[in-house]
């Protein structure tokens, strides 16, 4: 049977798939979205996407969004976007890993390394952003592993289940150029091939990410 999940960037443990717009896959991104362990961390809204906004939400491609599904058992376990902002050369992330029960096993490791490489090598931008709770502890700790460094922080509101609260803080990140990325969360073949170069071209020109 063919999979519903259509590969677009190549890992390790999972891909990013083109993202799926059926009844399934539209089920699964609104029941992460109203589960308060992750709803907050969800895009700059910070807010539930209601489940009659979905097609709208699907449909969007003012960003780059994408599935995150799981090589051993090709299932759908979460979603990612990129932000790509040309007025600045710049990129903003977003991941959601919405499956519980595969998080703390190195996947958004991975899917920052995918990212990250795609947004410098192919979109070619200068810096990549995101901003996270403070007290999202899994994903700083990712992060500043992957080389992002604090560039602010500021105070602003969450929306849980249709609960708006005040008090929290979001550190924002950026991640330049300046530090070789890793090639583990990206095929080193499938990273070359993406970026348009060879071992032969990059003989020839100055190659350092």
């Known amino acids: 049977m063919l999979s519903k999940n259509i590969c677009r960037l190549d890992g390790n443990q999972i891909f990013l798939s083109v993202l799926r717009d059926d009844e399934e896959a539209v089920g699964l991104y609104a029941k992460w979205m109203s589960d308060e362990t992750t709803c907050v961390f969800i895009e ?5 996407v209601d489940i009659t906004r979905m097609p709208g939400w699907v449909s969007d491609h003012s960003v780059m969004r994408m599935g995150i599904v799981l090589k051993e058992t ?32 190195g996947i958004g490791s991975e899917v920052v390394q995918i990212l990250l490489r795609y947004c410098f090598m192919v979109l070619g ?7 996270v709770l403070e007290t999202n502890t899994p994903a700083i700790k990712c992060y500043e592993k992957a080389g992002f460094r604090i560039s602010g922080r500021y105070r602003g509101i969450v929306t849980i289940c249709g609960t708006t609260m005040t008090g929290y803080t ?21 990273a070359r091939k993406l ?8 003989k020839s020109k100055n190659y350092r990410v």
Do not use: F, P, Q
Request: proline share 0%; glycine share 8%.
């Open 44 to 48: 700059h809204a910070h807010s539930v």
């Open 74 to 105: 090709d299932t759908l376990i979460g979603y990612c976007h990129i932000d790509h902002r040309t007025e600045d050369m710049s990129a903003w992330l977003s991941i959601n890993i919405g499956e519980k029960s595969v998080r703390g096993k």
């Open 125 to 131: 931008v200068y810096s990549v952003h995101l901003d």
């Open 170 to 190: 979001w550190i924002s990140y950026m991640r330049n150029t300046g530090k070789r990325l890793n090639l583990k969360g990206l095929h080193a073949k499938s």
């Open 195 to 202: 970026a348009g170069t060879t071992k032969k071209s990059r």
